[in-house]
């Protein structure tokens, strides 16, 4: 498990009073869970580099496991990743390791402790449980540039995917005791998995280690809620004390949460969750000409038309009617003259060749591939990703192992009466690996929606990007 840290700057030197860590020796230092190192690679005049070693005794672990609780033997407690991924193991580290420079302190150079500095922060897989765009949606609202690679689970087995965890750089000018705070508590949060018990005591560490930024995040809610692992007198607590008027009752706080969160979710629907993550995951891979294919009356264009981001927005749809009221709804003809310069709304079908869309950056199918029946499906495979060839991708379709939660329909049967088959997660993926594999993209998988540990999200979604 490795984080390193490293800046050019005139006063680069001065980490190592910040961090208060020799920068000639390799220290060590004892952890619950095994050994962390902290070393620097390099510490000349302008530029320094820092690195945070941790060796995960795993063995140990599980031994002084089973002697305080008498658990059995369990395969999984010796072989997993622990030793190799970034987890909650090192959000300890760091702060066993600089809780004075999380604290803001430093005796010898006072001065250098409000000193921004711009950091390159690598971490090599990193769990992000959520996917690249949960990961962008955490650290971007904070400055950071998130750079991403993701990798096979076995280049061997191309057909298992990827794994969920990313080789994640952060580019960011910010004060080393904040970038510490944010990697802090993000971290378990994009793993959504703590090795150690979370009690009240974890309350008074996040709003610590949160202050000044955390009240301020766009999803506040959701690094608390995974930061203290779902417990709702916790949550409700921490949320209480972030939100303005500190001292209001913590229930009703929740309560009041609870009840707003249950009315959106009931007025805007799991389609509200799906083009939120669609636009997000947009807007994540810096495209400017966007297809949305498909569009029916518009409800991703007037999302992707209050971007300016996307300087060209195309909406497509078999259609006529539909194309006459989705020009309604978005009010074309009182648009601006820039504004109506950015946006068309096309007749076609998604089946056949159309010269009209190709070269743009990216095209969207939303809950649409699961309209047609299989040979139109292997035609729009050719039309999409041999002819139009977008540099990006975005396809969401049912997850059928969700159906089972619904009261309606009942389970095994589709969604929708015009849908022609509903995916499994497997068959979606194995479907999607075939075609990126094909037509020379490669392919991420996103959960949208509530996420059920057995049957899994509502909505899948495949981010194909062409190699």
Known sequence: MLLTLETEHPNAQDLSYLLHKHPAKLQSFSQSFGQAHVFYPENSTGRCKIAVLLEVDSIGLVRRKRGASGEGFSLGQYVNDRGYVASSFLSVALADLFSTTMNGRCKDKPESVEIIFPFVAKIPALPCRGGEIFLR????????????????????????????????TLRGSVRIQDLLRHLYVLIPVLDN???????????EK??????GWLSQHPL?????????????????????????????????????????EGIIEKALSLNEQRLATVLAALKGTGA????????????????????SQFSEIVGMDVSHSVLERTSDRLKLDRLSEM???????????????????RGYDAAALVEVIEHLDTPRLAALEKVLFEFTQPSKVIIT???????????????????????????????????????AMERGYRVQFFAIGETDSIVGSATQMGLFSKN
């Open 137 to 168: 949606q955490l650290f971007e609202p904070l400055g950071y540039i998130v750079e991403t690679e993701s990798q096979l689970l076995d280049p061997h087995f191309p057909d298992w995917g990827f794994s969920n965890c990313l080789n994640v």
């Open 206 to 211: 996040l709003l610590k280690r949160g202050e």
């Open 193 to 203: 998995d703590k090795h150690y018990w979370v009690g009240d005591d974890e309350v």
């Open 288 to 307: 400017k000409r966007i297809l949305d294919l498909g569009c029916g009356e518009g409800n991703l264009l007037k999302l992707l038309l209050k971007e």
């Open 339 to 357: 504004q109506k310069q950015r946006v068309r709304l096309l007749h076609g079908s998604l089946i056949y060749r159309d010269e009209r869309l």
């Open 397 to 435: 379709t049912p997850n059928s192992e969700y159906n089972v939660k619904f009261e309606t329909p009942p389970a095994g049967k589709f969604r929708h009466k015009d849908h022609r088959f509903e995916w499994t997660r497997h068959e979606f993926e194995s479907w999607a690996n075939r075609v």
């Open 220 to 260: 506040k809610e959701h690094i608390v809620n995974r930061y203290l692992k779902f417990q709702k007198r916790l949550t409700s607590s921490a949320l209480s004390q972030l939100v303005e008027g500190i001292g209001e009752d913590p229930d009703e706080v929740y309560r009041l949460h609870n009840a707003e």
